[in-house]
Each structure stands twice: as structure tokens, then as C-alpha cells.
């Protein structure tokens, strides 16, 4: 996979009042380009016994949107919004008719959907905010399962996600946690053996949300980040309703050295838990810890950087 990429965004924002309250709008729009080279070769040993994909890929997406922010107290404070996505899926296929197990398509395909936002959020106590987030997105096919998809097929399936949580903050930090709950029409689960992807059926997420700063002294930082999920295919048994490589579990934790002059660092810690590789969880995908080692020395006009990526080679 090779690829060139190029996008603009522009926005553009205004206080405003509206029924007597003060707020502020925003509008903005963008679009973004990519151009791609998809190669998947047949081979044993390092020896290349034949290629099973070579596609060229071009596919744009254009968006816009219009958010109205409302103060409907000292406290409330409401966020609606819209956006409209469209995308352009666009593939030429040079190994058509060649000798392959994946089926080929060349051509073109337009699609739009239109999705409502909602923010709500309620100052409980000096410092701490209660949120409700309800919005509406999708996630994009791989465009050539784009160029393949029937006419009524979802080529962007639609997805419903809601969020309740809460956020306490003081001068030495803060704490945060947030259930939410995520709906999509249409899975889409990658094929390794074919270099390519494929559409599955609906899906649910749950999960939990937690993370904290806290600053231990006046140059040192702590902070961690705890994500739990609980994904299912909705439409299968439960003996095979598992999300092939949805993660489970996901944490990070980290020592920042800053506010200390010149120099600054740290150390992170980065995990991804196990998790299921098939759908009837008969195969496992096992987690891994990373840590990371970071440093940077600001001079009068630049800054030299430092990172050491998996220090201990895991």
C-alpha cells in the first residue's frame, strides 16, 4: 500500500443570540483526496509465486457542516449540529481477468448522507460538568467493496453512537469517566488472505471510558487513560457473534517531565489487551505493552527531540 494524500478545511465562526440567549455559530467545509496503489502478492518463502491484487485506488470526500451553540443558562448549554458527507469511490483494477480468487471491478460511485449532532452540557458544581453527546456518523467501505456493492447495498453504513459521562477539574488536574453505547448498520471486517475487506452484518459497542491527570509536584505530570469495549454482531448466535479483532481494552500511563526550564521528558506506557480473531473466539489475537521514552531540549529558536519507540524491543 503506497499512497499520496492532499485535504483543505475552512471555517468559519460568529457569536450570535437566538430566542433572547447568547450563543455562537460555526460552519465550515473540506475535502480530502487519496490516491493509493493496493498490491497483495502470492508468495512462499519469500518467493513470489504470483500477484493476487494490484487495484490503483482514487477516492474524494467533500463535507460540511453548521453547529449552533446555545447558553440556555448559567449552567446549560446546548450544541446542535449537521453535516453532510459525500464520497467519490473511484478504482481501476489491472489484473482484471487474471488468475485470482478475489472478485474484480473496475469504475466509479457517488454516495451522501447527512447526519444530526447533539451536545448537551450541565455545570453540576464549580469544576464539574455533566455531558450528554447523541450524534449520528458512518464509517467508509474499502472502495473497491464500494465498486462491488449492490444497488441498495449500504456503501456508507450508517452509525448511531451516544455518550453520558462527567468531568471534575482542579489546578492540579482532572478525572473524567463516560459510558457510551455505539450502533452501526454494517461491520467491516478485514480479509488478510485477500488483501481486501468485507461487509458484515450490524454491530454493538458498549463500553467505559476513564482517565485522569494529576500534577505530582510543579514540574511533574501523571496521567492514565482507561478504555473498556464490549462489541457483538448483532444478527449472529452467540456461539459466533464476536468482532474479529475489535479491541477489548485499551490503557495507556504516563510520567511527563515539564515546566522544568529547557528540558523536558518522559515515559509512557501504551497497552492493548488480547482479543478475539474470529468470530467464534477460537483463535486469539494476544495483547502487548509498549513503552516509549521521550526528551526534548528547547534552545532559543528551535527544539531538538528524542523519542525511543518500544524501548525494550517487545
Do not use: C, M
Request: glycine share 12%.
Amino acid at each position: 500500500d503506497d499512497r499520496v494524500f492532499a485535504g483543505l478545511r475552512a471555517s468559519y465562526a460568529h457569536t450570535n443570540r437566538l430566542f433572547g440567549r447568547s450563543g455562537s455559530w460555526d460552519v465550515g467545509t473540506g475535502g480530502r483526496s487519496d490516491w493509493s496503489n493496493r498490491q497483495l502478492d502470492h508468495q512462499r518463502a519469500r518467493t513470489i509465486l504470483g500477484r493476487r491484487v494490484d487495484d490503483r485506488i482514487a477516492q474524494a470526500s467533500f463535507y460540511g457542516w453548521a453547529r449552533q451553540s446555545l447558553d440556555l443558562s448559567s449552567r446549560l448549554r446546548v450544541e446542535l449540529g449537521l453535516r453532510g458527507d459525500g464520497y467519490r469511490f473511484g478504482v481501476r483494477d489491472r489484473l482484471a481477468g487474471g488468475d485470482t480468487t478475489w472478485p474484480h471491478a473496475s469504475g466509479a460511485r457517488w454516495r451522501v448522507i447527512v447526519n444530526p449532532k447533539l451536545n448537551v452540557a450541565f455545570e453540576a458544581a464549580p469544576g464539574t460538568t455533566l455531558f450528554l453527546n447523541a450524534a449520528g456518523g458512518f464509517h467508509s467501505n474499502d472502495a473497491r467493496d464500494a465498486i462491488l456493492a449492490g444497488a441498495n447495498d449500504r456503501v456508507l453504513p450508517r452509525a448511531r453512537g451516544r455518550e453520558l459521562g462527567a468531568r471534575h477539574s482542579w489546578s492540579g488536574g482532572s478525572v473524567s469517566a463516560a459510558a457510551w453505547l455505539l450502533d452501526l448498520e454494517s461491520e467491516l471486517i478485514y480479509v488478510g488472505d485477500e488483501g481486501t475487506t468485507a461487509a458484515s452484518g450490524r454491530t454493538r459497542r458498549i463500553g467505559l471510558d476513564l482517565d485522569g491527570r494529576l500534577r505530582l509536584a510543579r514540574w511533574l505530570w501523571a496521567d492514565g487513560d482507561l478504555n473498556l469495549s464490549r462489541g457483538r454482531l448483532r444478527d449472529e448466535p452467540a456461539s459466533a457473534d464476536r468482532i474479529p479483532l475489535a479491541l477489548t481494552r485499551v490503557a495507556s500511563a504516563g510520567l511527563t517531565v515539564r515546566d522544568a526550564g529547557a528540558v523536558a521528558g518522559g515515559v509512557r506506557l501504551r497497552h492493548v489487551g488480547s482479543r478475539a480473531a474470529n468470530e467464534a473466539n477460537t483463535i486469539t489475537a494476544r495483547g502487548h505493552t509498549l513503552t516509549e521514552l521521550f526528551g526534548a531540549w528547547r534552545l532559543a529558536h528551535a527544539e531538538v527531540r528524542l523519542t525511543v519507540d518500544n524501548l525494550f524491543g517487545v
